[in-house]
């Protein structure tokens, strides 16, 4: 039994390591390690074969995913969590199966999940912000991007959010004169920190910048921009 899991998280990581290059080597792979676990259905004594499970279906819902195979994905992370529900990591993959759905809302359910399981996992956080400013919830955005840089202080994409949304709430009249100035200053901050190292910076982002270092009496010659979000890549092994 135990020689067959660690055979089988094994084949799985080696599998994890090549999907970039060798799609279909990788699944085939995937599909010799599952095949080495047997639940014995015993409740309470299959912890390690569930986690192996788990490990291995989500990797499998990774693949598919990077196809663009999205309901077969959906399937294996579903199956991921079903196996294990404490693995935050598979909790992280069916939030991003339901980002680029469009069902933003359970995203960052999903997302919510694996920081409650993992808070060292900092993917999490920023797809979670991503998503929230797509919601328009500018306040959750800054609260993730935040609760982010506390864990994980290097974090551009978490400067963006936080730029992004502080811009957001003030063009949208949600906070008061005493706090317009102030988070004026730490839009500009975190976007300059962000436009200093991203490199999917756009022209959009700089009108945001001009907006904010402009004399109040000019603000009203710019335009609103839109939200603008930028896809949080990255999966773990």
């Known amino acids: 039994r135990k020689e067959a899991l660690l055979s089988a998280f094994a084949l799985a990581r080696t599998a994890a390591a090549m999907r970039a290059d060798k799609m279909k080597k990788a699944l085939g792979i995937l599909d010799i390690a599952k095949n080495l676990v047997k639940l014995d259905g015993r409740q309470g004594n299959d912890l390690p074969e569930r986690s192996a499970l788990s490990y291995i279906e989500r990797n499998q819902g990774i693949c598919h995913f990077m196809l663009k195979q999205f309901d077969k994905a959906g399937i294996m992370f579903d199956a991921a969590v079903h196996h294990l529900p404490t693995n935050a990591t598979a909790h992280f993959t069916r939030g991003r199966r339901f980002e680029v759905l469009k069902d933003f809302k359970q995203a960052c359910l999903c997302f919510q999940r694996a920081i409650t399981l993992d808070p060292d996992f900092k993917l999490p956080y920023l797809t979670l912000g ?74 959009s982002d700089d009108r945001v910048l001009e907006y904010l270092l402009a004399e109040p009496s000019t603000r ?13 890549s990255g999966w773990r092994p």
Request: aromatic share 6%; hydrophobic share 45%; with cysteine.
């Open 130 to 203: 991503m998503c929230s400013l797509r919601l328009r919830r500018f306040s959750a955005a800054l609260d993730a991007a935040h609760a982010c840089l506390a864990r994980h202080p290097d974090a551009p994409l978490a400067q963006f959010i936080i730029g992004r949304a502080c811009y957001h709430m003030i063009r949208n009249g949600q906070v008061s004169e005493e706090e317009h100035n102030e988070l004026s200053e730490k839009a500009v901050r975190s976007l300059s920190i962000a436009k200093s190292v991203l490199r999917d910076w756009q022209t």
């Open 220 to 232: 009203e010659n710019f335009q609103v921009e839109p939200v603008r979000t930028i896809f949080v």
